[in-house]
């Protein structure tokens, strides 16, 4: 595609609920990373994917929190048992191999409130 | 100490100055330096890359110091649409040869009439 896309946009749901969050990076891009932006707040790196594989997972906040990829392709974010305090903005973004000297293009992000 | 730290601002200018704004970096392995743009409710977007000789683009320039390691940028005739959050981003080299990207907390900047 054009460019990174994520879905859905908004999510609103309960306490105590499961949510998935997709990411379908740019064609052609090897490297897919997930950050959680909480409002007025910097970009929280969460996982980094190399193909399917998840080099880096440091920054997931808890075991409540898992991601898997298919191949280069599609990447999914879960958050079980959400609380109030994963209400934020979850942010994908792509780039073209896992060499750090390549810039990320992001998607517009998921916008998650728990209630 | 942070990896990369910036002066959150806000910086208040009027239309027309000249604004800079710095960004430092503890990794001396560091190698990428970006600068991205982030608008109110938006995702972040690139705005440049930074090479070794410090480059510009139109009103743009961006700079490195590795001795000091700290990457500017500086706005020349600031236009109300240049208000936003601006992102340092660096690479980070880890002992084991591990390298990722990581984002500065971002320097807001509002631009008045």
């Known amino acids: 595609g054009a460019g990174v896309s994520q879905s859905p946009s908004n999510k609103v749901t309960e306490k105590g609920k499961d949510v998935e969050l997709r990411c379908d990076p740019i064609?052609?891009?090897?490297?897919l990373y997930w950050y959680r932006q909480r409002l007025g707040q910097g970009l929280e790196f969460l996982i980094y994917?190399?193909?399917?594989?998840?080099?880096?997972k440091s920054g997931l906040p808890s075991d409540r929190f898992s991601a898997e990829r298919t191949g280069e392709s599609v990447s999914t974010l879960t958050i079980q048992r959400t609380q109030q305090e994963d209400s934020a903005v979850y942010l994908c973004?792509?780039?073209?191999?896992?060499?750090?000297?390549?810039?990320?293009?992001f998607g517009d992000g998921t916008r998650l409130s728990i209630l | 100490r942070k990896e990369v730290e910036q002066d959150p601002g806000p910086f208040n200018v009027p239309e027309g100055a000249t604004v800079a704004f710095n960004c430092t970096y503890s990794?001396?392995?560091?190698?990428?330096f970006f600068w991205y743009r982030q608008d109110c409710r938006k995702e972040p977007k690139l705005l440049m890359s930074?090479?070794?000789s410090g480059n510009e683009d139109g009103r743009f320039t961006a700079q490195l110091n590795r001795a000091s390691q700290y990457i500017s940028l500086l706005i020349r005739d600031s236009k109300l649409s240049d208000s936003a959050t601006y992102l340092c981003?660096?690479?980070?080299?880890?002992?084991?040869?591990?390298?990722?990207?990581?984002f500065g907390t971002g320097t807001r900047l509002l631009v008045s009439p």
């Open positions: 994917f190399q193909g399917n594989s998840a080099p880096d």
């Open positions: 930074v090479y070794s």
């Open positions: 973004a792509s780039s073209r191999n896992e060499g750090s000297n390549q810039p990320q293009h």
């Open positions: 981003v660096v690479n980070i080299v880890r002992d084991t040869g591990f390298q990722k990207l990581v």
């Open positions: 064609s052609g891009h090897t490297a």
């Open positions: 990794n001396s392995a560091s190698q990428s």
